[in-house]
């Protein structure tokens, strides 16, 4: 009778058991629970590559500047030598002070001497 009674639980457990297993993976095949779980997956991974696109981004804008600046100093850019006046205001000033040199030109600005 123990040997019955042994047996008897033995297989109510496995039958509970086995069940349970079974409803846990039909509530996990659900329409509903496969739709959250693929968002889930699909917001985990966007994460994912946004961080490495990030990442990327910056190593890449890290390295440009590192070799941006070994050219110019292989290039001597780098060094700030003292620039030389703009042209066009020294084109100007040297009108400005000069202004006979518009005055005594000999060039006639009458367009209809030459017809």
Known sequence: MFRRTFWFTTGVAAGVWATTKVNRKLRQLTPES???????KALETGHRIKDRAIGFALDVRDNM??????????????ADPELPA?????????NRS???YIENTTYSYDRNEDH
């Open 65 to 78: 500047a590192q070799r941006e600046a070994e050219l110019g100093d292989a290039l001597g850019i780098n």
């Open 98 to 100: 000069n202004p006979k």
């Open 86 to 94: 703009p042209r066009r205001l020294t084109a100007i000033e040297n």
């Open 34 to 40: 496969l739709a959250a779980t693929a968002a889930n």
